[in-house]
């Protein structure tokens, strides 16, 4: 099946530890994105990677990293230096065409303990 | 920057009533507006989107209205069902034609049967 998947889909973190979400395509799209879901401010773009090698910060990319060394695969890790992590994070994929769908994984549920 | 807005951010209908949610952006460069539906716990997935040289679209009870003049767009749910209740979000592409989408704030509908 095609899709994008998102592991795992809980996660718990001690304060002061680095952690890293997992996120897979196989839709063959070159670009991947990741959105911080908090109540009532909807979907906040934290990167983005338009080919492989290659990404950009997005709206709140502090206390975050990513990479992009394979064209299925844009882990995040969420960083110490990340103040208040504790979210719903959502990965999604489309192609680089203008009018595009976006493709949304399952999600992975932070919490900071 | 770009943005844009959604509203309401809470709606309660009866089963059967209609539904309305509206969103408005600000990049006048913007050409594509998709709507997601996500049910609790999982990813957002795309109901119905539109592009600027349409006025509206129409899939079963769900239809979308743009006005390109006036910067906004809804989503129209008729003969709404218990099913239809989940959180929907309206975006709007960016201008920098990569495929990004910029995300509205996010609507709650809850339908009482």
């Known amino acids: 099946d095609g899709g994008i998947t998102q592991s795992p889909k809980y996660l718990f973190r001690k304060e002061g530890q680095n952690v890293t979400l997992s996120c897979e395509q196989n839709?063959?799209?070159?670009?991947m994105y990741w959105y911080r879901q908090d109540p009532g401010q909807g979907l906040r773009l934290i990167y983005y990677s338009q080919i492989v090698n290659d990404f950009q910060k997005g709206d709140i990319a502090e206390g975050y990293s990513v990479s992009r060394e394979k064209k299925e695969s844009f882990p995040l890790t969420v960083t110490s230096a990340q103040k208040n992590p504790t979210a719903f994070y959502l990965c999604?994929?489309?192609?680089?065409?203008?009018?595009?769908?976006?493709?949304f994984g399952q999600g992975t549920r932070l919490t900071v303990v | 920057g770009e943005n844009v807005e959604q509203h309401p951010s809470t709606l309660s209908v009866q089963e059967g009533d209609s539904a309305v949610i509206k969103c408005t952006y600000s990049?006048?460069?913007?050409?594509?507006f998709p709507w997601y539906k996500q049910e609790l716990g999982k990813g957002p997935q795309l109901i119905i989107d539109i592009r600027s040289n349409v006025g509206e679209k129409k899939d079963q009870r769900i239809a979308v209205t743009l006005n390109k003049t006036a910067k906004h767009f809804s989503l129209h749910i008729t003969e709404t069902q218990p099913e239809d209740s989940a959180v929907y979000f309206c975006a709007a592409s960016g201008s920098s034609n990569t495929g990004k989408l910029i995300f509205g704030q996010g609507t709650t509908l809850q339908v009482k049967p």
């Open positions: 990049d006048s460069a913007s050409n594509y």
């Open positions: 839709l063959n799209h070159d670009a």
């Open positions: 999604a994929s489309s192609t680089t065409d203008a009018n595009t769908e976006a493709f």
